[in-house]
């Protein structure tokens, strides 16, 4: 219960005070930007934080049917799905609809405030792309990934925040029975468990080292030279 209140304290603490000037409850760290990582243990906590957001902002509550948050290996899944209408993009287009900017943006002003690193992925379903010359799903689903991406710098998330935006076309089906189902085109962010690799302290680094070993001796019978 301790470690849960510790936990609950730390991760609000980012949302009241992102540049860690205040002293966190219960801990002897100040402020809490940069003395505390999200680790898995965390992100159920951010995971409430994020949904809390939400479901107090009208605009965004009536998307909630269109969000989902799911805890994975990589970090805290964020996932905006589409309707068959277009939700957060329009059918066809990489860029972000009214709603869409209204989500975007929110989520940004709140993952901004962490130290996390963050990754953006563009889906689609298996239909064909209808339009013109070589654009396929795979460059619908990269540029809406990247669309999100500016927009989200644009509102919060710091620019070496993003590690990695990929886009998988309709390779990963949320609904494989269902390939052509809409809640398969999707942007999905995902918060990871730590802000960057060179977070990992210099003495624990792969470090190349020379063992010298000693010369063979050939097998002559006789024993080696004494040192």
Same mark, same amino acid.
């Given at each position: 219960? *301790? ?24 801990? *002897? ?8 990582? %999200?680790?898995?243990? &965390? ?21 909630? *049917?269109?969000? @989902? ?7 805290? =899944?964020?996932? %905006?799905?589409?309707?068959? !209408?277009?939700? +957060? +993009? ?15 943006? !929110?989520?940004?002003? @709140? ?6 690193? /963050? ?5 689609? &379903? ?17 540029? $809406?990934? *990247?669309?999100?991406? =500016? %927009?989200?710098? #644009? ?8 590690? #990695?935006?990929?886009?998988?076309? &309709?390779?990963?089906?949320?609904? !494989? &029975? ?6 398969? $085109?999707?942007?999905? %962010?995902?918060? #990871?468990?730590?802000?960057? !690799? ?12 020379? /063992? ?14 004494? #040192?």
């Amino acid at each position: 219960m *301790n470690s849960s209140k510790q936990i609950q304290v730390a991760v609000g603490g980012y949302f009241k005070d992102p540049t860690g000037t205040s002293k966190m409850v219960g801990t *002897n760290q100040s402020g809490s930007g940069e003395n505390f990582i %999200l680790k898995k243990q &965390d992100m159920p906590k951010l995971k409430e934080q994020l949904e809390s957001v939400i479901r107090h902002a009208p605009e965004l509550d009536k998307l909630n *049917n269109h969000i @989902e948050m799911t805890i994975t290996s990589e970090g805290l =899944r964020i996932e %905006l799905l589409e309707s068959e !209408a277009g939700t +957060f +993009f329009e059918s066809g287009n990489a860029q972000p609809t009214d709603a869409g900017k209204s989500m975007l943006v !929110a989520l940004a002003h @709140e993952i901004g405030k962490l130290p996390n690193q /963050v990754s953006i992925e563009g889906h689609t &379903d298996s239909r064909p792309y209808s339009g013109k010359g070589n654009y396929s799903n795979w460059e619908l689903a990269a540029d $809406r990934a *990247n669309a999100a991406r =500016r %927009l989200m710098h #644009q509102n919060g998330i710091r620019a070496d925040q993003v590690s #990695q935006v990929r886009g998988f076309a &309709d390779q990963r089906l949320r609904k !494989a &029975d269902q390939p052509e189902d809409a809640s398969n $085109r999707r942007i999905s %962010l995902i918060v #990871q468990y730590t802000p960057k !690799a060179d977070s990992v302290p210099p003495s624990t680094q792969a470090t190349s080292t020379h /063992v010298s070993t000693p010369a063979l001796t050939p097998n002559t019978g006789l024993e080696p030279p004494k #040192q």
